[in-house]
T-cell receptor, first 112, second 114 residues
């Protein structure tokens, strides 16, 4: 099993550009999460999903959008990139809401 | 406000000795506490957890202690091995609408010296 995969690994964006960070899991997990990690800080929850078609905001949702059309995929969309969104983004999944979360390798995003 | 704090950014320990990583939290509503380990260029991986109704949980070389009155938990690694060198994140969990929302500390970089 590949587990949780994220693409791309690295990306540089210009201010105002948009992009989608991809996340796919092959474990048939219902729950999926997006986190960001700023330098020297812990991970912060952006959005989460409890199943296909259901998403909700986390701690830092501003500037991001998500969708969940399938169990496997949970893309994160940045519409108007800003320097404050420079961060490492991690996607995670879990079988149930209170189960261990499994993380992908991350996407390092720089906005200049 | 930082609900989960790891006040030591780094820790250096000799191989074979005990490593103790500390974590403090402020929210009494947290019902589960977890430790994650992270290597460079990888995502965090789950290490060990403890329910708020317990005060100790052990898994091989790893033991987590919870002191609810002090709102403090610690991770003990005995004996420490070079492969334990990584960043360790403490996380606290609050279950909301069926989903476990994790709040992470800033992380402690552990270096095991041969």
């Amino acid at each position: 099993n590949a587990g949780v995969t994220q693409t791309p690994k690295f990306r540089i964006l210009k201010i105002g550009q948009s992009m989608t960070l991809q996340c796919t899991q092959d474990m048939n997990h219902n729950y999926m999460y997006w986190y960001r990690q700023d330098p020297g800080m812990g991970l912060k929850l952006i959005y989460y999903s409890v199943g296909a078609g259901i998403t909700d905001k986390g701690e830092v949702p501003n500037g991001y959008n998500v969708s969940r059309s399938t169990t496997e995929d949970f893309p994160l969309r940045l519409e108007l990139a800003a320097p404050s969104q420079t961060s490492v983004y991690f996607c995670a999944s879990s079988p149930g809401g209170t189960d261990t979360q499994y993380f992908g390798p991350g996407t390092r995003l720089t906005v200049l | 406000d930082q609900q989960v704090k790891q006040n030591s950014p780094s820790l250096s320990v000799q191989e074979g000795r005990i490593s103790i990583l500390n974590c403090d939290y402020t929210n009494s509503m947290f019902d589960y506490f977890l430790w994650y380990k992270k290597y460079p260029a990888e995502g965090p991986t789950f290490l060990i957890s403890i329910s708020s109704i317990k005060d100790k949980n052990e898994d091989g070389r790893f033991t987590v202690f919870l002191n609810k009155s002090a709102k403090h938990l610690s991770l003990h690694i005995v004996p420490s091995q070079p492969g334990d060198s990584a960043v360790y994140f403490c996380a606290a969990s609050a279950t909301f609408q069926g989903a476990q929302k994790l709040v992470f500390g800033q992380g402690t970089r552990l270096t095991i010296n041969p």
